[in-house]
C-alpha cells in the first residue's frame, strides 16, 4: 500500500502555511510546548495517528508532535471539515496526510485503512471513528466500514495493530461516551485519556469555543439577523451552554433550552433561560441548534410543527441529531438556497432550511473553533500524548492528570498578562491543618 499523501491539491500549501502562521500567532501555550518538545523529542520514534478536524488549529498541533519526535499520520474527523490548503501544507511538510474536503463514506474510512498501515503507538481522536475501528478489527467484526479500511490497508492483524499501541486520546463527550460503553462492555482493548474531560477544554472550549463558532456558521451560512428571533438550543451541557449565551448576547427574543436531565434544566432555569419539551418548543422557534449527542433529538414530527422558514442546525460530532434522512423522504421539494444552506418543502407547505447536511455547523459553514480556545484543547493533546509515551498504562478510561491541567492554565494566563495571586505560609497552614477555626 502507498504511503504517500492523499489531499485535494499540493498547490494550496502556499496558502495553508498563511494560514498555520495565523493560528501559530494565537496559539502561544502549545507553541511554548512545542519549544520544550524540540529540545527533549519526548516522542521520539513513535507513529501518532491523529483522526481530527484538519483545520489550521490541527495543524499547529501536528507541527508540535512532529517537533517531538514523532511520524505523524493525519486524517480527518468528519468528511467536509478539511481545509484543503492546511492539508496541502502539512503534507508538503512530510505529514502524512490522507484528507479532502468533501470525502465520501467510503474515502473517509479508506482515510482509517491509511492510518492503520503505519501501525501507529498512539491514537488522537475526535468522535472515536479511529478507536472505535481498531476495536471492530481487534473483534473481528466485517461490516462496511471495515472493507473499505481493507481497501487500503490491506488485511490487519488485530492482536498485533493493539499489542503495538500504548494508548490513545479522546477530542469529544460524544467520543467519550463511545469509550465508556467499550470499558462498560469489558471490551476496551487500550487506555484512552479523554481529553474531553480536563476543565481547561471542556470549559473553554465546549462553551466558548463551539458557543461562538456555532453561531459564526449559522451567520455564515443564513445571514440572518438573530436579534428578535426565538432560539431553541437541544442540550444544556456545556456546548449547549456556550450557545444559549450567545444566543443571549446576539439579542436573541427568547432562548429556549430543551433538556432531559432535571439539574442541567434547573441550571438553564437559574441562568434565565426558558425550558420546555421539544414539541413545545417546536412551534415557537425560529432557529434550532442541537448539541445533545443523541438521536433524532429534532424528529420529523418536531420538524412537522415548526413555523414557516425555521433554521435547523447541529452542533454535536454526528450527524444524527436532526432526522434528515426523514426530512429527505417526506419533502416535496429541495433546493439549495446558498452554500450550505437547503431549502425542504414540507406536504403541509411549510418550508424549513437545513445547515450542512446537519453535520458540525461550525466546521462545515465555517471554519471551527477560533485559535485561542484550541490553543488550550490542543495543549492537552499535545501533553495527553506525552504522557502516554513516558507511562504504561493499563486499559481503561484516564482523564488527564490535574496538575497537567492546571499547567495548561497557568501558562495561558502567563501569555495572556494575567497574574494569580499566591497564598502566604499561613494561608498554607490553614488550609491543610484541621485544629485550627474558628
Known amino acids: 500500500m502507498s504511503k504517500?499523501?492523499?489531499?485535494?491539491?499540493?498547490?494550496?500549501?502556499?496558502?495553508?502555511r498563511e494560514q498555520l502562521y495565523w493560528a501559530e500567532r494565537n496559539m502561544p501555550v502549545l507553541m511554548e510546548i512545542r519549544k520544550r518538545f524540540e529540545r527533549e523529542k519526548p516522542l521520539s520514534g513513535l507513529t501518532v495517528a491523529a483522526c481530527l478536524h484538519v483545520t489550521k488549529e490541527t495543524g499547529v498541533l501536528v507541527r508540535t508532535l512532529a517537533a517531538g519526535g514523532a511520524r505523524v499520520v493525519l486524517?480527518?474527523?468528519n468528511p467536509l471539515s478539511t481545509q484543503d490548503e492546511v492539508a496541502a501544507a502539512l503534507a508538503q511538510e512530510g505529514v502524512y496526510v490522507y484528507a479532502?474536503?468533501?470525502?465520501?463514506?467510503?474515502e473517509y474510512y479508506n482515510a482509517i485503512g491509511f492510518a492503520l498501515s503505519f501501525n501507529p503507538a498512539i491514537t488522537l481522536d475526535d468522535g472515536a471513528d479511529l478507536t472505535a475501528t481498531i476495536h471492530k478489527i481487534r473483534y473481528g467484526v466485517r461490516d462496511q466500514s471495515i472493507e473499505y479500511v481493507y481497501e487500503v490497508a490491506g488485511p490487519l492483524d488485530g492482536e498485533r495493530l493493539v499489542s503495538g499501541l500504548r494508548g490513545g486520546t479522546e477530542e469529544t463527550t460524544t467520543g467519550v461516551i463511545r469509550l465508556r460503553a467499550l470499558k462498560n462492555a469489558g471490551k476496551l482493548v487500550y487506555p484512552i485519556i479523554a481529553v474531553n474531560e480536563s476543565y481547561t477544554k471542556y470549559l473553554f472550549d465546549n462553551r466558548y469555543g463551539t458557543g461562538q463558532s456555532t453561531w459564526d456558521g449559522v451567520m455564515r451560512a443564513t445571514n440572518l439577523l438573530v436579534a428578535g428571533k426565538n432560539v431553541v438550543v437541544a442540550g444544556y451541557g456545556w456546548v449547549g451552554r456556550g450557545i444559549a449565551?450567545?444566543?443571549?448576547?446576539l439579542g436573541a427574543r427568547r432562548v429556549i433550552v430543551v433538556e432531559v436531565d432535571p439539574v442541567r434544566a434547573l441550571e438553564a432555569v437559574f441562568d434565565g433561560f426558558e425550558v420546555m419539551?421539544?414539541?413545545k418548543a417546536a412551534e415557537v422557534g425560529d432557529i434550532f441548534i442541537t448539541a445533545t449527542g443523541n438521536i433524532r433529538a429534532v424528529s420529523l414530527g418536531h420538524i412537522f410543527k415548526m413555523k414557516d422558514g425555521a433554521v435547523l442546525a447541529n452542533a454535536g460530532h454526528f450527524n444524527v441529531e436532526i432526522d434528515v434522512a426523514g426530512l429527505e423522504r417526506v419533502a416535496v421539494a429541495k433546493k439549495t438556497i446558498r452554500p450550505y444552506?437547503?431549502?425542504?418543502?414540507?406536504?403541509?407547505g411549510r418550508r424549513v432550511y437545513l445547515i450542512g447536511e446537519g453535520r458540525l455547523v461550525n466546521l462545515v459553514a465555517a471554519e471551527g473553533h477560533p485559535s485561542e480556545v484550541m490553543d488550550l484543547s490542543f495543549a492537552n493533546q499535545a501533553l495527553a500524548a506525552e504522557y502516554i509515551a513516558k507511562n504504561k498504562l493499563a486499559v481503561d478510561v484516564y482523564k488527564l492528570p490535574d496538575e497537567i491541567d492546571r499547567e495548561v492554565a497557568r501558562l495561558k494566563l502567563k501569555t495572556m498578562g494575567v497574574e494569580l495571586e499566591e497564598l502566604t505560609e499561613e494561608q498554607r497552614r490553614y488550609i491543610s491543618s484541621w485544629e485550627l477555626g474558628t
Do not use: C, F
Not at 479532502?100 to 467510503?106: F, L, T
Not at 449565551?245 to 448576547?249: D, L, T, Y
Not at 444552506?341 to 403541509?348: A, D, F, K
Open 341 to 348: 444552506l437547503e431549502e425542504y418543502t414540507l406536504p403541509n
Open 4 to 16: 504517500e499523501s492523499r489531499v485535494k491539491d499540493l498547490s494550496l500549501a502556499g496558502r495553508g
Open 277 to 279: 419539551p421539544m414539541d
Open 100 to 106: 479532502w474536503r468533501g470525502m465520501s463514506e467510503r
Open 75 to 77: 486524517i480527518p474527523s
Open 245 to 249: 449565551i450567545r444566543a443571549r448576547g
